[in-house]
């Protein structure tokens, strides 16, 4: 079975700090896709990013950069110069193949950041 | 932009009564998905559909069923209604089975059984 693990509960940061987010997942599929999400407040979760198992390359995007090792099974998010719109609870996802077809996430059970002033 | 709309953000039933929570998305997407988000459990999988009239249980259907009668609509049902059922649920929708595709959120149903 598949399992994702974000063993940070909770992170409390003050803004301007950088901040990594770990994610370490669990899965027998060669073909996979990793993803991030981010649920602020308001409750509604936003996708941020996704790789696929055979793109190990890690981008930056602004503020936002993704480390992907296959090698430790890690997909992890680092926030640069975090902010206090940046708090929210950010969920890391597997996508799972399914034998009749289509896929499904798994998710992590998030980590709480939280910047402060 | 897609829009995935939960009927209500907040509900208050008791125990024993027939739920409904209904959820609507605009952009055609072939899947819906509902999932209840708990305190360190994050989100499981309840029920999912690739298509109309068709659903597949996911990892926690017991205690719920589905309805998808047009695409654009997934609703879930709470038969009878009982305390551990209280949570906050999502609807999310993606466009295809593709498994590069991402799920689309509505804002979520607090759901509270007393």
């Known amino acids: 079975a598949q399992k994702v693990t974000q063993a940070q509960t909770e992170i409390s940061v003050v803004e301007k700090e950088d901040v990594t987010l770990d994610c370490v997942y669990e899965?027998?599929?060669?073909?996979?896709?990793l993803f991030w999400y981010k649920q602020p407040p308001s409750g509604e979760l936003v996708f941020l990013i996704r790789?696929?198992?055979?793109?190990?390359q890690n981008e930056i995007s602004g503020r936002y950069s993704w480390n992907f090792q296959k090698s430790t099974s890690s997909f992890n998010f680092t926030i640069t110069a975090s902010q206090v719109v940046d708090s929210a609870v950010y969920f890391c996802a597997l996508s799972e193949a399914l034998t009749g077809g289509g896929n499904k996430l798994t998710f992590g059970t998030g980590t709480q950041l939280k910047v402060e002033l | 932009d897609v829009k995935v709309t939960q009927s209500s953000r907040y509900l208050v039933k008791r125990t024993g009564e027939k739920v409904f929570l209904e959820c609507v998305q605009d952009m055609d997407h072939e899947n819906m998905f509902w999932y209840r988000q708990d305190p360190g459990l994050g989100l499981r999988l309840i029920y999912f559909s690739y298509d109309v009239k068709m659903k597949e249980k996911g990892d926690i259907p017991e205690g719920y069923s589905v309805s998808r009668e047009k695409k654009e609509r997934f609703s879930l049902i709470l038969e009878s209604a009982s305390t551990n059922q209280t949570s906050m649920y999502l609807c999310a929708s993606s466009l295809n089975r593709g498994m590069n595709t991402e799920a689309f959120f509505g804002q979520g149903t607090r759901l509270t059984v007393v």
């Open positions: 790789r696929n198992s055979f793109d190990e």
């Open positions: 899965t027998r599929d060669t073909t996979y896709y």
